[in-house]
């Protein structure tokens, strides 16, 4: 059975650091690009980073650049978002997602096929 698990949201201060975890099963990661989207409260989702099947190529929206980083584990089957710097406007529910395009990176929801429940990050003193 196809599952993507998001784990590793929480409550943090301005500053700190969380690492996010997708654990995917009932499919080869390796075959698969990786996204990382987040919606906060009243807001549409949105993509915050990729990478690619190969981890040649990542991207990441403007907001988070310099702050987060992905990576993949194709032989645990699990991707990461590791943010650094959190700040309160990072206050979302953070999602993964997998698509069949191996070789680009993508940003846009619609590219993906396959997605997680989220996990929940809250960003306040």
């Known amino acids: 059975q196809l599952q993507l698990v998001e784990s590793g949201g929480g409550l943090v201060q301005p500053g700190g650091s969380l690492r996010l975890s997708c654990e995917v099963s009932?499919?080869?990661?390796?075959?698969?690009?990786i996204g990382w989207f987040r919606q906060a409260p009243g807001k549409q989702r949105e993509g915050v980073s990729c990478?690619?099947?190969?981890?040649?190529?990542?991207n990441y929206a403007d907001p988070v650049k310099g702050r987060f980083t992905i990576s993949r584990d194709n032989a645990r089957n699990t991707a990461y978002l590791q943010m650094d710097s959190l700040k309160p406007e990072d206050t979302a529910v953070y999602y993964c997602?997998?698509?069949?395009?191996?070789?680009?990176?993508?940003?846009?929801?619609?590219?993906?096929?396959?997605w997680g429940q989220g996990t929940r990050v809250t960003v306040s003193s």
């Open positions: 009932g499919l080869i990661l390796d075959d698969y690009g």
């Open positions: 990478i690619n099947r190969s981890g040649g190529s990542t």
């Open positions: 997602a997998v698509t069949t395009v191996q070789d680009m990176c993508l940003m846009g929801t619609l590219e993906y096929d396959f």
